[in-house]
């Protein structure tokens, strides 16, 4: 396991933006997937985007496409969760997670149980 620290979190009105980051200490992130998921009090814990460690493979949710980018910044250890268009929905605890398995479909990048390590969490809220 490794610790990974997310920041960014806060309270925006809907079409505002926020930006998450996810920083990991030590040398070994940018040997993992990385996740973000996010959950509430009404719901399980879902999941939002993921990146290869190389970057060059995505994925998202459907409600987000087009409004969330994940990014990530191996030389800094820190993972990016750009959100933009904000809406009610989006409202929850985000967490950012790390995998040691390259993903290469949808299927197993939404599935948290493949992922062993996760931040603390940080609220989103989205109201006017």
């Known amino acids: 396991q490794v610790q990974l620290v997310e920041s960014g979190g806060g309270l925006v009105q809907p079409g505002g933006s926020l930006r998450l980051s996810c920083v990991v200490p030590g040398s070994a992130f940018s040997s993992y997937t990385m996740g973000w998921f996010r959950q509430t009090p009404v719901k399980e814990r879902e999941f939002v985007a993921s990146?290869?460690?190389?970057?060059?493979?995505?994925y998202y949710t459907d409600s987000v496409k087009g409004r969330f980018s994940i990014s990530r910044d191996n030389a800094k250890n820190t993972l990016i969760l750009q959100m933009n268009s904000l809406k009610d929905e989006d409202t929850g605890v985000y967490y950012c997670a790390a995998s040691s398995t390259s993903f290469t479909w949808y299927g197993a990048a939404r599935n948290r149980n493949l992922y062993g390590s996760w931040g603390q969490g940080t609220q989103v809220t989205v109201s006017s």
């Open positions: 990146i290869s460690w190389s970057g060059d493979r995505l």
